[in-house]
């Protein structure tokens, strides 16, 4: 009788790097653990190597699929006349949400590893996916060990293995590095503008030519004002002379690097939940339900 199937998401970052290798060291007895690597085609060179490393460790292929719809990242949000919306980022739909919905097997898996660490604000992501995802069966290795992200770099540089470049240019996360990551929020977009000057004036020259085609702003980033009725309001990441009512990031001041979560196509975590103990129960439940 051949054994179930985990799927071990590897996203390219060092935390989903090392919930993988935990994932292999606890279930590869009981289950076939698939170590998959959804790939955007829109990331790092230095991934790919990075990738090959992991491979080394855990002494195991990691199998790469890709979206056959899209040939490219620019294909979908000029198809789309969208970049990043309330709910999440189109590209992260279409590129990796529906290509993960397409290859998992809910019927036959036994469940799915994401490599949320142990921040806040990780917690509260696991809660909501297994909240509304409880058919996956969710598993957080890094959140039941309480592996924060500065853990996984340690864990990382013990194996004898580089950390992708993008943690080495002050990057919190290892995403989409070729044209930026429409996710990444305005620190990471000044940090940018700062060191990539000309990756940043092409995404914002595409804002434009996609608010144009659309007849409405179509932006990367946003902010909130006003006091307890807040407004989530957009922000081009330069000035356009034809929607000049609509503000650029330059309005705000400084700003750091704000934390990426790994991109896995569970975009929208608006519900605020921070039970860490109640993650754990429901991991457990799934788990002596099925053993």
Known sequence: MSKQRIISWWSGGIASAVACQLALEEFSDDFDVEVVFIDTKNEHEDTYRFLKDCESIYGKEIKV??????????????????????????????????????YQDIEKDFA?????????????????????????????????KKYTKQKCISVVKSWG??????????????NCFKT???????????????????????????????SEAKGQPVTICYDEIGGKARIRRKLFLKHNPKMPDVL???????????????????????EQIDLFGEIISDIQRIRNAEF
């Open 180 to 210: 930026g990551c429409v996710q990444g929020g305005m620190g990471y977009w000044k940090k940018i503008q700062k060191e990539f000057p000309e990756k940043y004036d092409q995404m914002a020259n595409l804002e434009h030519e996609l």
């Open 65 to 102: 699929i890709s979206s056959s719809r899209w040939e490219s990242i620019e294909q979908v949000w000029r198809t789309r006349l969208s970049l990043n919306v309330a709910g999440g980022a189109v590209c992260s739909s279409e590129l990796k949400k529906n290509v993960r919905i397409k």
């Open 112 to 144: 799915q590893i994401f490599g949320f660490d142990y921040d806040t604000n990780e917690q509260k992501r696991a809660r909501n996916m297994l909240k509304n995802f409880p058919e996956i069966n969710p598993f957080f290795p890094l959140i039941e």
């Open 161 to 174: 293995v580089d950390i992708p470049k993008m943690y080495e240019l002050g990057f919190r996360n290892n």
């Open 248 to 270: 650029d990031i330059s309005i705000k001041k400084g700003g750091k690097v704000e934390p990426l979560t790994e991109c896995n196509g569970f975009c929208s975590t608006d």
